[in-house]
DNA sequence: CGAGTGATTGACTTAGATCAATGACCGTGG
DNA sequence: CCACGGTCATTGATCTAAGTCAATCACTCG
């Protein structure tokens, strides 16, 4: 997922860093599209807004995501990159992807596998978001993201995050794997989760 | 998203017709990868099992939905597809597929559009599942689903697929537009949803 | 004309959100 | 070197929105 795992280095040396304000505006609804960003630090959130003036959050993107790669094809955006908090982005820009995707298959393969892969690991955290109880939330996290062993999961970040990425609070989490691990179901070492046996 | 709108007609023709009964299974963790299914009827569902025989739900494919995208780069499946109830596939094998792209740059880059907007709009419904009141939940999805004048959304289904769709029981869903109709924030007409002033 | 499904509403329960407080830890600046 | 501000982790008390169970009506289909 990584963008150094996709991106072709004459591409890569073509992009530009650009530092944004908190509350500035990245791109908006209508303007010509640009290319492909990457944000590096802070945090931008993709808005769409109705003729009433409502907006809707359509995606807030953290450090290491990529924005707008729809936009590649098209020429106008379909919403708002607003910066929630100061943060730098770095453009790569549209004609230069394009026209290496257009000379090398490979590049371009590469692109779709990404693609690919994010499309099937958005559609299981929407499944896993469809699960009500916390607690089958917390097993079903574990299972995706056992490691190789199976039964071992670590944690990227802080548990706040991981609640977050769970569509918990941290307080529920907390509770849930003080509940997980005084019924025995789970053991935790910092930075990991083990899983032993669950009865259901 | 249609398949008809990026799949070559080469490859289309070279596709084949599966029929599966409930419960069968259309490839397991491990086999070698074929192709690219497209799910005509019924529903299918992609688990993976950890090591104590625990599985989690990746996603359950509706009529069509493409099954494994991902598996098109990889050589080998990483999950368990079965059928949930008796269930009609399409498969697009993947040599076809794959030439066709180093082919005609041109269906690449179509396919890569596909995947970039179902990337987006799978982000966005990530989005909308995080957030926790059915009424906002509402709003949300009709801004983010309004037709051209911005205000009508013409529903897709019955209220209980959207119901699922948006994470809600059948039931919630009912008594919020109830609630929404009452205070006159929308109004209904068969198949559609209107939206009328709203105060927060 | 039943059987099946969608739409709707009522009553009740509960899991998780919310608000709040505490202790541990960490960096940093005086 | 230590006090202070910040964040994470944790637990308690309370509340409420949404889930669950259940019943009814309308409609369609064979």
């Known amino acids: 997922m990584a963008i150094e795992s996709w991106i072709p280095h004459s591409v890569r ?3 530009i860093e650009r530092t944004l304000q908190a509350g500035q505006t990245l791109f908006r609804t209508g303007g010509r599209t640009k290319g492909l960003y990457e944000l590096v630090s802070g945090n931008v959130r993709l808005v769409r807004v ?3 003036g409502r907006e809707a959050v359509l995606f807030v993107a953290a450090p290491g995501d990529t924005l707008a790669e729809a936009s590649l094809f098209s020429a106008r955006y379909h919403c708002d990159a ?3 908090t100061s943060a730098v982005v770095r453009l790569y820009p549209k004609p230069a992807i394009l026209a290496e995707f257009q000379r090398d298959p490979e590049a371009a393969q590469a692109f779709m596998a990404m693609l690919a892969r994010q499309v099937m690991n958005l559609r299981t955290r929407l499944q ?10 917390v097993r079903d996290y574990m299972v995706l993201n056992a490691g190789p ?3 071992t999961v670590s944690l990227p970040g802080t548990l706040k995050d991981l ?3 769970l569509g918990l609070t941290h307080e529920a989490l ?4 003080a509940g997980m691990t005084s019924r025995g179901e789970i053991e935790r070492s910092p930075g990991k989760l083990h899983a032993l046996a669950f009865r259901d």
Chains 1, 2 share one sequence.
């Open 82 to 84: 607003i910066a929630l």
């Open 149 to 151: 062993d199976g039964q």
């Open 128 to 137: 896993l978001m469809n699960i009500r109880s916390a607690r089958d939330r």
């Open 163 to 165: 609640a977050t990425d």
């Open 13 to 15: 040396k073509a992009s």
């Open 50 to 52: 109705d003729s009433t």
């Open 174 to 177: 907390y509770r849930t794997l």
